[in-house]
């Protein structure tokens, strides 16, 4: 009888650690990256004076088995901040934390002072893969400002209708190595009496000052070889830039309707900092003012060849004692999910679930109670009956 007590008072720890579990699932149904836990029962039986979970001996009762955690994805909620990054599918986030590594499924992201990416609050550092597939953490700081890149070339596209006398492109924005902008304009003029196929291109700056003077030929509709590029400068301002003609460039009749425009005009302005976040082939990405982007490198993916080997911790941050079970990929591979900007995967505890689970625990606890109450009273008959 006294071992039908200790075999019902096994049962009431196990639901008592059950309890515990549900619990904690259901109190975390709204943290982010959470991942339940599943309950599992096992029974104990004896087998000489050790206890296994199977053998030829008695029934030992009950307990509860080491937790095994739910890695089915949450849901993924949109968010306004494109640091807050989410995984939909397989894999996690790679941290990194005064030499350690640990792992998360999403997180709300932000810069530290030092220009690296951390999960908001703490010093985890979202890291990249380098070149040798490796994961660090890369700072921004470095690459905060884009550098200017000097204007060199102006590809025109259209037509300049050999009909009008005159067409004027305005307001051809173009830059030094400085970063310093002009707008320039470029007039085509021809004399009535003058052979229809050549035009006389002047470009003149912002002040109405002129930059240069030259002759654009055309010979059927088309520009001739030795017109098809013109060269402009302003030494003093530092500017050179040539005028490509070559491609897609006609001067065909169309009335006094010309439509010839700057189609193409390369170089940029120096560039703050906007937005930076994970592009659609998850390699964190980096806009700035000037339209220019730079990539800093894909964010790393962990995966785990048994994830039940690895540990929940406070946060939403998981580890993992055994680096030879992690296997590093980027977005970009089959094997792992993509990385997005602007979500934020929720917990996936399912509340109906935990609920069951939660009377199943209570009727469980209550029926070993109902044991060793039972064990118990009969404990108590017996020395009644020694009495008598």
């Known amino acids: 009888m006294l071992e039908s007590m200790f075999i019902g008072l096994s049962g009431m720890n196990a639901y008592s650690n059950g309890l515990k579990d549900v619990s904690n699932n259901i109190t975390n149904l709204n943290s982010q990256g959470y991942k339940g836990s599943n309950l599992v029962f096992r029974d104990l039986y004896s087998s000489g004076s050790d206890l296994a979970y199977t053998g030829d001996g008695g029934g030992q009762g009950v307990s509860l088995a080491l937790t095994q955690l739910d890695f089915s994805q949450g849901e993924l909620r949109q968010t306004e ?77 259209d037509n300049l209708s050999s009909s009008s006398l005159g067409f004027t492109v305005a307001d051809v924005t ?10 320039w304009s470029v007039a085509f003029t021809r004399e009535e009496t003058d052979p229809s196929g050549e035009w006389k291109v002047t470009v003149t700056d912002g002040n109405d000052n002129e930059i240069g003077v030259q002759t654009l ?121 993509r990385v997005l900007s602007n979500r934020i995967e929720a917990s996936n505890v399912e509340l109906s679930s935990e609920f069951g689970n939660l009377i199943l625990v209570q009727r469980g606890y209550q029926a070993s109670s109902q044991v060793v109450s039972v064990a118990n009273e009969m404990i108590q008959q017996l020395f009644q009956t020694r009495g008598q």
């Not at 173009?174 to 707008?183: H, K």
């Not at 900092?273 to 003012?289: H, R």
């Not at 220019?292 to 060849?305: N, R």
């Open 217 to 337: 030929k055309f010979n059927l509709g088309r520009p001739t070889e030795d017109s098809q590029e013109l060269t402009f400068s302003d030494d003093e301002r530092g500017y050179s830039v040539v005028f490509d003609f070559s491609e897609n460039v006609t001067s065909f009749s169309s009335g006094e309707v010309s439509t010839l425009r700057a189609g193409d005009v390369d170089g940029f302005g120096i560039g703050d900092l906007q937005t930076l976040g994970v592009n659609d082939d998850g390699v964190f990405e980096l806009q700035y003012s000037n339209e220019q982007t730079t990539e800093l490198g894909s964010v790393a993916l962990a995966t785990f060849k048994d994830p039940q080997s690895i540990e929940q911790r406070s946060g939403g941050v998981f580890v993992n004692e055994d680096s030879r079970d992690v296997s590093l990929y980027s977005s970009s591979s089959e094997l792992v999910g």
């Open 81 to 157: 901040s494109s640091l807050d990054l989410a995984i939909d599918g397989e894999g996690f986030l790679v941290l990194e934390k005064d030499g350690e590594y640990f792992y998360a499924r999403t997180g709300n992201f932000e810069i530290d002072e030092d220009g690296y990416i951390v999960l908001s609050g703490t010093d985890y550092k979202l890291t990249l893969l380098n070149e040798n597939g490796r994961a660090e953490p890369v700072s921004v700081n470095s690459s905060r400002i884009s550098q200017p890149e000097a204007t060199t070339r102006v590809q025109f596209t």
């Open 174 to 183: 173009i830059f030094n190595a400085n970063g310093e902008a002009a707008d």
